[in-house]
T-cell receptor
Framework: GQNIDQPTEMTATEGAIVQINCTYQ??????LFWYQQHAGEAPTFLSY????GLEEKGRFSSFLSRSKGYSYLLLKELQMKDSASYLC??????????FGTGTRLQVFP | GAVVSQHPSRVICKSGTSVKIECRSL??????MFWYRQFPKKSLMLMAT?????????EQGVEKDKFLINHASLTLSTLTVTSAHPEDSSFYIC???????????????FGPGTRLTVT
C-alpha cells in the first residue's frame, strides 16, 4: 500500500526560504505531485517529478530521490500569499492519487 | 486549459433532503473523474472514482447508496448526497484526469469545491 508523511505545520518569514519534506512508501512508483491549496479552495498543481533531481519553476522547486523515497518542495522569496497547505501525492497502482496529510505553511511579515 | 467547474459552490440543506453536486470539465473530455471529501484542516479523502458510462468505484467505508455518482457524459459527473445528515456537512471536491499534460496520465485538475452544510 501507500504511505505518505509530511510535517503538519510550518512557519516562515516573508522573504525567507522554506523546504517542505515528503517521504513516501509505495509498491510501485509513477511519479510524485505537489499541490498548493488555499483555505476553502481546490488544490492547484505545482509540480510533478518522476526522475531524480531538482526541477525549478520560478520561486518554487521540487526535488525527488526515488532511492530514498523522498521529495521536497522548496519555496524561495516567500510572500504572504504563499500561506497555504502544500499536499504531496503519489499515484497508487490503480492510478488514483493518494494524498499526504498536507503541510500548513504560515508566512509572517 | 484543463478547467474543471463545480456547481453549486455552497449549499445549505435540511436534514433528510438530497443534494446534487455537478462537476464539469469545461475544455477537455474526462473519462475519469474523482470525488473527494475534505474536513477542516485535513487532507483530501477519496470517496469514489467515476468512469464515464460505467458504475463508480467506491472507496472502502463510503456508502454507495448514500453518495450516488453518475458520470453521464465525458464532461459531466454528478454526486448526489441522499438523505443528508449534519455529519455529511463537508467540503466536496471533484477532479478530472487530464492525460498528456505536465503530470502525465496521472495528473488531476480540481474543481473549486462545494461547501455543503446540513442543518
Amino acid at each position: 500500500g501507500q504511505n505518505i508523511d509530511q510535517p503538519t505545520e510550518m512557519t516562515a518569514t516573508e522573504g525567507a526560504i522554506v523546504q517542505i519534506n515528503c517521504t513516501y512508501q509505495t509498491s510501485g512508483f509513477n511519479g510524485l505531485f505537489w499541490y498548493q491549496q488555499h483555505a476553502g479552495e481546490a488544490p492547484t498543481f505545482l509540480s510533478y517529478n518522476v526522475l531524480d533531481g531538482l526541477e525549478e519553476k520560478g520561486r518554487f522547486s521540487s526535488f525527488l530521490s526515488r532511492s530514498k523515497g523522498y521529495s521536497y518542495l522548496l519555496l524561495k522569496e516567500l510572500q504572504m500569499k504563499d500561506s497555504a497547505s502544500y499536499l504531496c501525492a503519489v499515484p497508487d497502482n490503480t492510478d488514483k492519487l493518494i494524498f499526504g496529510t498536507g503541510t500548513r505553511l504560515q508566512v509572517f511579515p | 486549459g484543463a478547467v474543471v467547474s463545480q456547481h453549486p459552490s455552497r449549499v445549505i440543506c435540511k436534514s433528510g433532503t438530497s443534494v446534487k453536486i455537478e462537476c464539469r470539465s469545461l475544455d477537455f473530455q474526462a473519462t475519469t473523474m474523482f470525488w473527494y471529501r475534505q474536513f477542516p484542516k485535513k487532507s483530501l479523502m477519496l470517496m469514489a472514482t467515476s468512469n464515464e458510462g460505467s458504475k463508480a468505484t467506491y472507496e472502502q467505508g463510503v456508502e454507495k447508496d448514500k453518495f450516488l455518482i453518475n458520470h453521464a457524459s465525458l464532461t459531466l459527473s454528478t454526486l448526489t448526497v441522499t438523505s443528508a445528515h449534519p455529519e455529511d456537512s463537508s467540503f466536496y471536491i471533484c477532479s478530472a484526469r487530464a492525460p498528456g499534460l505536465a503530470g502525465g496520465i496521472y495528473e488531476q485538475y480540481f474543481g473549486p469545491g462545494t461547501r455543503l452544510t446540513v442543518t
